[in-house]
């Protein structure tokens, strides 16, 4: 599966402005923080979204299970979206979703624009020639 559909898949999750949260990779229904892998977890960080997505592929056998280089892969293209951004909760992904300043708006705008480099990557990476 391509990496910009893992991203799309992600931001499946958290479309909704319901379906986001900041703080904690995952809460219930009730707010309550939870594991992202629980079935009751109904609210996703940006960087939970992109373990869910992942997880639902696993668990449907479209990706193996010794999945972290694509997670790394699909933080990377986040975090190359959000640029250089730090703040007092710290750096990169998490600290951007968990910002005081940060709406939910934000956050798919950044989806976007890593979905975006993701299909440009994958489209320059067929255009180039194999050395056989």
Same mark, same amino acid.
């Given at each position: 599966?391509?990496?910009?559909? $893992? #991203?799309? $898949? @992600?931001? @499946? &999750? ?10 904690? +990779? ?10 992202? $892998? ?10 939970? @979204?992109?373990?869910? @997505? ?9 990706? &193996?299970?010794?999945? /972290?280089?694509?997670?790394?892969? #699909?933080f990377?293209? #986040? ?6 951004? &730090? ?8 600290? /951007?979703?968990?910002? &005081? ?8 705008? =950044? +989806?976007? $624009? ?5 299909k ?7 255009? =180039?020639?194999?050395?056989?």
């Amino acid at each position: 599966m391509k990496d910009s559909e $893992l #991203l799309v $898949l @992600a931001k @499946a &999750e958290i479309t909704s402005p319901g379906n986001w949260t900041k703080d904690n +990779f995952a809460r219930d229904e009730s707010g309550k923080p939870i594991d992202v $892998l629980d079935n009751r977890a109904c609210q996703f960080c940006s960087m939970g @979204a992109v373990h869910k @997505a992942l997880q639902r592929r696993v668990d449907d056998g479209i990706i &193996e299970r010794g999945r /972290f280089a694509t997670t790394s892969r #699909l933080f990377r293209l #986040l975090e190359k979206s959000i640029g250089v951004y &730090e703040n007092d909760i710290g750096t990169g992904v998490a600290a /951007f979703n968990d910002s &005081e300043d940060t709406q939910h708006d934000d956050v798919i705008a =950044v +989806f976007d $624009l890593a979905i975006k480099a993701a299909k440009q990557k994958e489209e320059d990476d067929q255009s =180039v020639p194999s050395v056989s």
